[in-house]
C-alpha cells in the first residue's frame, strides 16, 4: 500500500482486533507522516468465490453485434 499523499510505504503503528472479526490498523507514511486508518474484515469464501464467478461472467460474456 502506498501513500496518497505522497507515494512512500506506510509502516504499521497499531493493530487491533475486534469481536466482530475485524482488525483495524494505524498506519504512518515513512516519508510524510500521512496518518490513515485501515479495516480488514473476515469474509466466508463461499461468497467471495460466487461474486468473482459472477464478475468473471459477466467481463467475457460476448458483446452483441448491432450490425443490422
Known amino acids: 500500500m502506498r501513500c496518497l499523499k505522497c507515494g512512500g510505504s ?3 503503528m ?6 466482530k472479526n475485524e482488525i483495524f490498523r494505524r498506519k ?9 486508518y485501515t479495516k480488514e474484515v473476515i469474509v466466508d ?6 461474486d468473482f464467478l459472477d464478475a468473471t461472467k459477466y467481463a ?3 458483446k452483441e453485434d448491432n450490425n443490422d
Open 10 to 12: 506506510y509502516s504499521t
Open 14 to 19: 497499531d493493530t487491533k482486533n475486534s469481536e
Open 28 to 36: 504512518r507514511c515513512k516519508l510524510c507522516g500521512n496518518l490513515v
Open 45 to 50: 469464501y463461499d461468497d467471495i468465490k460466487r
Open 60 to 62: 467475457r460474456m460476448p
